[in-house]
């Protein structure tokens, strides 16, 4: 149903579609994380529906990019986040010296390492000794293949809950894991919740309290599939050093409340939007027709093109 709505309003919407084509967002304004392929698919579809209906309208994807950036670099904010995050993970605050505020990007960065590497110390205990992980300790580990071990054993966990096997990056297997996770929620073998008996709505209520719990190991990965070694290195800015601290503040809420709340906010923003070359569907469609092998090739060229043609407009 979904699918037939998204190829009727494509087709023969009033106004363009947008569509977020990497699935969701991943805190980083300087990052595209892997394009899904449905938006590939969803253009090659609209065509076939255009020429079956004999029409001849040419279909185009416009990348858009949409930036946000600070009008202030949000300094003082930014060293009151990083002093709650410090507080609430069992850190000692390091205080930075007013005057020191704006000028201290070697201290920030040392403080979101030193921050990162206690959360993922605390997590990897945490799934040793709850959920029996085997997590051996790596001397002189560095963070990244450390952050990327704990990402794999906390959907690990979810996945042995669901009784799904691992395939695919980090990305796939959360979108996976959330179908598992909806469908133990919204049951579609039960019509009308309101009409069982309390012991199986109880058991319901259960299964759908666990599930959503379960799902929270793989909300947690989300937040940090996007997460590099270079990021803040390659640009040390106020602004990537926010993105980094939002999403371990994104973290640390959802461990402590289990739903998200609305993030604080570290100053004004404006946006910057940027409108690349429009590519041509048609074209690709019209080549690769009545080829089956040759379909498949183009929908995943055209993936690989919009996502070059996004990491340059937010170059």
């Known amino acids: 149903m979904a699918i037939q709505t998204a190829r009727d309003l494509f087709a023969n919407g009033k106004m363009p579609i947008a569509v977020a084509p990497e699935g969701g967002t991943n805190g980083h304004s300087g990052i595209v994380s892997p394009l899904e392929p449905g938006v590939a698919q969803l253009g090659f579809w609209c065509v076939e529906d255009l020429r079956k209906s004999d029409r001849t309208e040419t279909v185009f994807i416009v990348p858009v990019a949409i930036q946000y950036r600070y009008v202030q670099p949000p300094w003082t904010k930014l060293n009151w986040l990083l002093s709650k995050l410090e507080a609430d993970s069992g850190l000692a605050i390091q205080s930075i010296s007013q005057s020191a505020i704006n000028n ?73 894991l959330e179908d598992a996770g909806w469908n133990y929620i919204y049951r579609e073998d039960i019509a009308d919740i309101h009409k069982l008996p309390p012991l199986k709505r109880g058991l319901a209520d259960w299964i759908a309290e666990e599930a959503d719990l379960r799902m929270q190991h793989m909300r947690i990965v989300e937040s940090f599939v996007a997460i590099t070694e270079t990021y803040l290195q390659e640009q040390p800015t106020s602004e990537r050093f926010a993105e980094t601290a939002l999403l371990m503040y994104d973290m640390l809420t959802r461990i402590q409340d289990s739903t998200l709340p609305g993030r604080p906010s570290l100053g004004l923003r404006q946006v910057q939007i940027t409108v690349g070359e429009p590519i041509s569907v048609t074209e690709r469609w019209e080549k690769a027709q009545n080829n089956r092998h040759a379909a498949r090739q183009a929908a995943s060229t055209l993936t690989q093109d919009l996502q070059t043609a996004l990491e340059n407009l937010i170059s």
């Open 104 to 176: 201290s990007t070697e201290i920030y960065h040392q403080r979101i390492c030193l921050l990162g590497e206690h959360l993922i110390t605390e997590m990897e205990e945490f799934y040793r000794r709850f959920y029996h992980q085997d997590l051996p300790q790596i001397p002189n580990q560095t963070l990244i293949p450390r952050l990327h071990r704990l990402l794999d054993t906390s959907l690990k966990v979810t996945e042995q809950y669901f009784n799904i096997q691992a395939q695919g990056n980090f990305i796939d297997r959360c979108r996976r």
